[in-house]
């Protein structure tokens, strides 16, 4: 996949390709030649009917996709649009290949970027005027990877800087927020900024906690777990054990989804994310947005849960979403009940054993991005989460993206106020 | 000889582990560094016991290096991360042929080895430095004094420095304490041509998350890795298109055809192979390529031939040199010369010859460098050590690298205001002077 270089000049203002059934009032495009003769041109879609349309072709681009992220996917993706959209300015920018050799003449979808675009730029404490796209991340979205079609990966992301360049969205900045640092879409804009020289900056970025297995479980809980620890954990599990039935059961085919979903809600909503309002069955939206994409992960056979019963009574819980070769950890919970077993960690640690005889998955990323959280004391991988801020296309924007180091420098130097928003 | 001793002491945090997660906090200004800075140079010995009691130590001679040696190398055998251009066996030869009239410095990171409290200390971090006067990460020399890792163009293809698993986060506190301290007088640390994904990456951005260093990466680019798949002819079918490997077949096939062709490897596992004739050969053919047209050979030069003629027999010597040959009637059109340390290796030079460009004798031989590394298990990944723009390892190796250089602030008020300035020193060249000012 060799990349042409793109220049500014070529990109163009066209009408939008022909795409079967679809009729989009609202979508704008630019288009540029790629490699092979490939013509790359970016869709902006701003309503949900005109997304529908896609839905085929964006399964199909999550399926083909160089780094896969299940919040992306449009069945994760659309029922959240549903949820947390209303109020919010969201577009889509699809980018497409049009290869009338290739696919019957219509264009192949190769990369969706889920943006919201807001007013002010708010990576730094204060809010600085500038308008700004940045990926989408709604409540229960933990990682903003966009999806990009292997075998087309530079030419998607030059085709949508090409697009951010010509300016028709207005905004001076791009935010690509919550990205994986340890993938080849960074990889890709590392790659791009290189190669055109392009002013970014890093504007936040942490790490979290990884899975990725070793030769056996025993092996991999005896580097994670001191002595001490393991053994106080057999002894938690042992009088559990002798406070009842013990058992650790995984969600099959076979089971009632509704069930395992209703008591995983109402065991998280009996702790403290319960009182603390935090819980998914708190709010109504938020219930029924989770509700709508365990079933459909259930029917696709993408849900996994886990849980751990005392006399047939969850005590712990966990539910996962698995895509490609790796897994997302969605939610935990717990009952406090039990807080001195730590039946949250016997669940992961059982967690780890299951994982270990699933030689398909090889990583699970946390999802958790608290401190000091269980899995950074069981697991033993890392992945890099950043925020990463480009100028779009305005001269303003590479400015802002410039001064940013040296506007937090005087910030914290002279104005001794916290640079970063907490 | 110059030895500074610099004693830090942390908490007994498990270490064990990778480095913690944290968001970036920010606004607390890094105290412990700031006292540090105010003090004279803080006492040699720390009494307290608890956990481990990191001390830097600094050499700033090579004869004086030599004596470390042991330790270094037990150091490169349980590093977090393998890089093998900074094993000694490897380094002392290259700082010795380049290092020339620059500036060396070594900081060795030390602790009492828990097994043996009375014995040697135990090695924990080992940074090759070298002093600038001027940081040039920007076309205008800025003239900030500036410690860089050491790095040889064209030789040494990663300066990721070596950390001990298990020690690493202490390791590279005590590093950057010492750094703090400021007993030198320099404003930057350039890290330059390190991982920007993996252990050694993970340390860093956790240090430098919970220090809020001032930091800026100046450059940062992927280079082709490899990354065995379940087999050999799994990976290449996952990497290129049925055409390209009918194709492929055909060419082996034709020059099959035309005369006696066969795939050599000089194999550490073997042994017994006359290393010094395959050394030779390479070279001479190396210089017949394109390479030495260009006068980009080893052989080009005499310091470049006895550095890697001394490289390559102790490689071999320690079972860590790999090469690979395509030869045609006897003699080679293409070959390869890779280092393998622990699970990692690293492709070092490449040549062919271009009478048979047609071919493509090169791409021959690399998949039969994919299927040796599938036959070693060991072997979990492998760097091209490649330019990011070249298209046929880009090709037919798929997962990629990212390598970065990251100036870091020493905890100086110039060197803060310089790094974050440094992007806008870039805007404002690339604006108002239009001038390019990435430095190439």
């Known amino acids: ?422 | 000889m110059m030895k500074t001793i610099f004693t830090r002491r942390t908490k007994s945090a498990d270490s064990t582990k990778g480095p913690l997660t944290r968001r970036e906090v920010i606004g607390v200004a890094p105290l412990q560094a700031q006292q540090a800075a105010n003090g004279s140079r803080p006492s040699e010995v720390d009494v307290t016991t608890d956990g481990a009691k990191m001390s830097v130590v600094i050499v700033d001679d090579l004869t004086a290096l030599e004596k470390h040696i042991a330790a270094w190398e037990e150091l490169a055998a349980a590093a977090i991360e393998p890089n093998v251009f900074y094993e000694p066996w490897m380094l002392m030869p290259a700082l010795r042929a380049y290092s020339g009239a620059g500036r060396l410095l070594f900081a060795l990171v030390q602790t009492p080895d828990p097994a043996r409290p009375n014995g040697p200390p135990l090695l924990c971090g080992f940074f090759p430095l070298e002093l600038k006067d001027h940081y040039d990460g920007i076309s205008n020399r800025l003239p900030l004094k500036t410690l860089c890792l050491w790095r040889k163009q064209e030789m040494i293809y990663l300066c990721a420095p070596l950390l001990r698993a298990g020690y690493g986060r202490e390791a590279l506190a005590a590093f950057f304490d010492w750094l703090g301290a400021g007993d030198h007088n320099y404003s930057l640390m350039e890290f330059g041509f390190v991982t920007g994904e993996g252990p050694f990456h993970h340390l860093l951005l956790d240090y430098l998350n919970q220090h809020l260093k001032f930091t800026y990466v100046t450059e940062a680019f992927t280079r082709a890795l490899f990354r065995p798949a379940a087999d050999a002819e799994d990976y290449v079918r996952s990497a290129l298109g049925r055409f390209r490997r009918k194709e492929l077949r055909r060419l082996e096939k034709r020059l099959a055809e035309t005369g006696r062709l066969e795939y050599r490897t000089l194999d550490p596992c073997v042994g017994g192979d006359d290393v010094d004739a395959w050394v030779e050969e390479f070279l001479e053919f190396e210089a017949k390529s394109w390479k030495g047209k260009g006068g980009r050979a080893l052989d080009c030069s005499e310091t470049d031939r006895k550095y890697f003629m001394e490289i390559a027999r102790e490689a071999f010597r320690r079972g860590k040199l790999m090469m690979l040959a395509l030869r045609f009637n006897g003699s080679p059109i293409a070959y390869k010369v890779n280092f393998l340390s622990g699970d990692g290796s690293f492709a070092f030079k490449i040549a062919f010859d271009e009478e048979y460009a047609r071919y493509s004798p090169g791409v021959l031989l690399e998949l039969e460098n994919i299927r040796l590394l599938h036959e070693r298990a060991q072997i979990r990944w492998m760097d091209s050590c490649a330019n990011p723009d070249r298209f046929m390892i880009n090709q037919l190796w798929t997962d990629r690298r990212a390598i970065q250089t990251l100036v870091i602030s020493t905890g100086k008020r110039q060197g803060d205001l310089v790094v974050a300035a440094i992007p806008l020193l870039k805007w404002c060249n690339r604006r108002i002077f239009r001038r390019d000012l990435l430095g190439r």
């Not at chain 1, 083909?64 to 300015?89: L, V």
């Not at chain 1, 990369?111 to 730029?121: K, S, V």
């Not at chain 1, 056979?301 to 950890?329: E, V």
């Open chain 1, 1 to 422: 996949m060799a990349n042409e270089k793109v220049t500014g000049g070529s990109v163009i203002d066209a009408p939008a390709p022909p795409l079967p059934d679809a009729s989009r009032p609202s979508a704008r495009d630019v288009t540029a030649d790629g490699a092979h003769g490939v013509r790359m041109s970016v869709v902006v879609i701003n309503d949900l009917t005109a997304l529908e349309k896609y839905v085929p072709a964006w399964e199909d681009l999550a399926a083909n996709a160089i780094e896969p992220n299940a919040f992306y996917e449009p069945w994760m993706m659309m029922p959240a649009i549903r949820a947390f959209g209303a109020g919010r300015r969201l577009q889509f920018a699809l980018v497409l290949a049009n290869e009338p050799a290739r696919h019957d003449g219509a264009p192949l979808l190769c990369g969706i970027f889920p943006l919201e675009r807001q007013n002010h730029y708010q990576g730094l404490s204060r809010k600085l005027p500038f308008k700004t796209l940045r990926l989408w991340k709604h409540k229960y979205c933990y990682l903003c990877t966009p999806l990009v079609r292997e075998g087309y990966g530079q030419q998607v992301i030059a085709a949508f800087f090409d697009w951010l360049d010509a300016g028709s969205h207005d905004c001076s900045l791009m935010e690509f927020r919550f990205i994986a640092g340890d993938g080849l879409f960074n990889g890709l804009l590392i790659d791009y900024f290189e190669r055109r020289t392009k002013l970014h900056y890093i504007s936040m970025y942490f790490l979290r906690a990884m899975f990725r297995p070793t030769v056996d479980a025993d092996t991999y809980i005896c580097a994670a777990l001191s002595a001490k620890h393991r053994k106080m954990v057999r002894r938690q599990e042992r009088q559990l054990s002798e406070i009842g039935r013990l058992e650790y059961d995984a969600l099959t085919p076979d089971d009632d989804v509704e069930v395992w979903i209703e008591e995983f809600l109402r065991l998280e909503a009996g702790g403290w994310k319960g009182r603390e309002n935090t819980a998914i069955a708190s709010d109504e939206s938020d219930q029924s947005y989770f509700r709508s994409i365990a079933e459909e992960a259930f029917r696709r056979g993408r849900l996994s849960m886990l849980a751990l019963r005392l006399d047939g009574r969850p005590i712990a819980y966990k539910c996962d979403f698995p895509a490609g070769r790796g897994l997302f950890t969605f939610r935990i919970a717990f009952d406090e009940n039990y807080a001195r077993n730590s039946p949250g960690m016997l669940l992961e640690i059982e967690n780890v054993r299951r994982l270990h005889a699933r030689p398909q998955i090889e990583w699970v990323d946390s999802c958790n991005d608290s401190f000091s959280s269980m899995f950074n004391r069981l697991w033993l991988g890392r992945r890099t989460i950043l925020d990463v801020v480009v100028g779009a296309g305005k001269t303003w924007g590479d400015w802002v993206v410039a001064a940013i180091p040296l506007l937090k420098l005087l910030n914290r130097k002279l104005l001794r106020s916290d640079a970063f928003p907490q």
